[in-house]
């Protein structure tokens, strides 16, 4: 669909999600069939291009949101990133918090590892990517804050280019992990069953997937982040036509268009 | 003390895929030769004051001779453990 867009209409130009022993498009469609995932399954092997002495550091959620970006991204590309995660690498800092508690000396690897915008740091490096970067914090708002943000990104930057070219693209990468059972989640809906990351790479005009945001007052309790993260993949596997995310009262609504 | 040294590099930067036999006591730690960066240095700097006690003060000492290889690393510990 080639036609101009409005608002808070935008294209999903393509997709990449990751989550152990779940890597490919056929992957997450058994997944969507069956809600299965194998206990087993290993960390995903990460291309030779990014270099040893940089994997060396990355968490295997850092592993899960490189290998779902790489897949929405050609050799060399770089763009605007928005990432979007509940609670980053909260095992780190309470793997520190332990340290601290035992008196041992605390590892500035780690410490500069447990920050919100950790893998977007490392992630630039591997990509060599000095576009803008934000790393957002979403609290109950769950995923809908990131697309703001890229949209907000894709109009300003269309705005330099006048107007609203197909090269002007975003990537959005979601992430999470179950946290660690030592933080009391109840009454909140906010872990999901295991590590994912999930890559959409969006633009104002090409061809991909029309999709429309809009607000909605519906009364919902979808849960947050890391759980509305799952039920927009399933949204991007399946037939629906919407997808209605909120909580409190509060609640945004994706159509395909 | 160079293969403990060199064991304890390998151990606390995470280099998985490098052995004692691969790391040169008199080649450069950082940057050109093994390919450390500050972050290595700083978690270096932990793993020796854990394991051997010696405190390798920033502003007192030559950072940058101390940690140019294997050797200097051993020698500035054996001096201080005296």
């Known amino acids: 669909m080639q036609s101009m867009i409005k608002g808070s209409d935008f294209i999903v130009r393509n997709w990449g999600a990751s989550a152990p022993g779940l890597s490919s498009v056929d992957d997450w469609k058994n997944w969507y069939a069956t809600q299965r995932i194998s206990p087993d399954s290993k960390p995903p092997l990460l291309p030779n291009s990014i270099s040893k002495m940089l994997q060396r550091r990355l968490s295997l959620l850092a592993r899960l949101v490189f290998h779902a970006a790489g897949q929405c991204l050609d050799d060399g590309e770089i763009m605007p990133v928005v990432f979007s995660s509940a609670h980053g690498e909260i095992c780190k800092s309470l793997e520190m918090l332990k340290a601290i508690q035992a008196g041992e000396g605390l590892s500035p690897t780690a410490f500069s590892l447990s920050v919100h915008n950790a893998i977007a740091g490392l992630f630039s490096i591997a990509y060599s990517n000095s576009r803008e970067m934000t790393v957002i914090a979403p609290g109950l708002e769950g995923i809908a804050p990131a697309f703001i943000e890229a949209l907000g990104l894709l109009y300003e930057n269309g705005l330099h280019e006048k107007g609203l070219r197909e090269n002007n693209e975003v990537l959005l990468v979601f992430y999470d992990e179950p946290i660690a059972d030592f933080y009391p989640v109840a009454p909140f809906n906010l872990n999901a069953p295991f590590p994912c990351a999930l890559a959409l790479k969006v633009s104002l005009a090409g061809d991909g997937l029309p999709v429309r945001l809009s607000r909605s007052s519906e009364s919902r309790d979808d849960g947050e982040h890391p759980v509305q993260l799952l039920a927009f993949l399933r949204f991007l596997l399946g037939d629906e036509q919407s997808l209605t995310l909120g909580n409190q009262g509060r609640g945004w609504r994706w159509g395909k268009i | ?82």
């Open chain 2, 1 to 82: 003390m160079e293969n403990e040294l060199k064991q304890l590099i390998i151990d606390a930067l995470d280099l998985e895929d490098i052995g004692i036999d691969d790391i040169d006591s008199d080649a450069a730690l950082f940057n050109d030769g093994l390919g450390l960066d500050s972050i290595d240095a700083l978690e270096l700097g932990l793993a020796i004051r854990k394991k051997y006690n010696v405190k390798i003060d920033a502003e007192k000492e030559d950072v940058v001779k101390i940690f140019s290889s294997v050797s200097t690393l051993a020698n500035y510990i054996r001096a201080q453990s005296i």
